[in-house]
């Protein structure tokens, strides 16, 4: 079995969020990267992916970008999406998954694990492409609602980040 190490140094792990509500021209649709996180994967003498692990530091998301805004992000709305991200909706608390299962069919990988977002523990499955260049791709749906996190709101509700984000991983396995 051997264990490769996975972090900024070989890929991106971003979250993005959607906008709705009647206000929704007014805010953007954010990329959200992370830019404190490594992953170890296990694979088998087969090759075939093992088990997953991540970790990620929540108070090192940082807007990537904003788009389609009635108007571009100032620095101060990226510091404001920040403080908020860091003190209401993950205050401060880290970001981990380790899987359970790992199945493979018809080339796409399965994994199904615990993922803790927030201090709340739920179950999450997402599926990963493994390229043939050792890139690594999947994106994994998260409800906030069910993590007990609340989805932001402003403008009186008018303006809300829908419930459901997505964390999306691409990064390359190092060549042995």
Same mark, same amino acid.
Do not use: C
């Given at each position: ?12 792990? *971003?979250?993005? #969020? ?16 992370? *830019? ?5 994967? *296990?694979? %088998? ?11 990620? @530091? ?8 904003? $788009? ?7 620095? +101060? @709305? ?6 908020? &991200? @860091? ?5 401060? +608390?880290?970001?981990?998954? +380790?899987?359970? !299962?790992?199945?493979?069919? !018809? %080339?796409?990988? #399965?994994? *199904? ?9 739920? $179950? ?11 890139? &690594? ?10 993590? %007990?996190? +609340? ?11 829908? @419930? ?10 190092? #060549? #042995?």
């Amino acid at each position: 079995m051997a264990t490769h190490q996975l972090g900024p140094d070989s890929g991106t792990l *971003e979250v993005k #969020t959607y906008r709705e509500g009647v206000a929704q021209k007014i805010g953007h649709d954010l990329v959200i990267e992370v *830019e404190r996180w490594d992953a170890q994967l *296990e694979v %088998g003498p087969d090759d075939e992916l093992q088990s997953v692990r991540l970790s990620a @530091d929540s108070e090192s998301l940082r807007v990537r970008e904003g $788009n389609r805004g009635l108007k571009p992000l100032s620095d +101060k @709305d990226r510091r404001d999406i920040r403080d908020s &991200i @860091d003190g209401k909706v993950l205050q401060r +608390k880290p970001i981990t998954f +380790k899987s359970s !299962s790992v199945s493979i069919a !018809s %080339g796409v990988v #399965t994994v *199904e694990g615990e993922l803790t977002l927030a201090d709340a523990t739920r $179950n999450a499955t997402f599926e990963l492409e493994r390229g043939d260049d050792g890139r &690594i791709r999947g994106t994994l749906p998260v409800t906030q609602s069910e993590w %007990g996190i +609340k989805p932001y709101r402003g403008l009186m509700g008018a303006l809300k980040v829908q @419930d459901t984000v997505e964390i999306v991983v691409d990064a390359r396995l190092p #060549t #042995t």
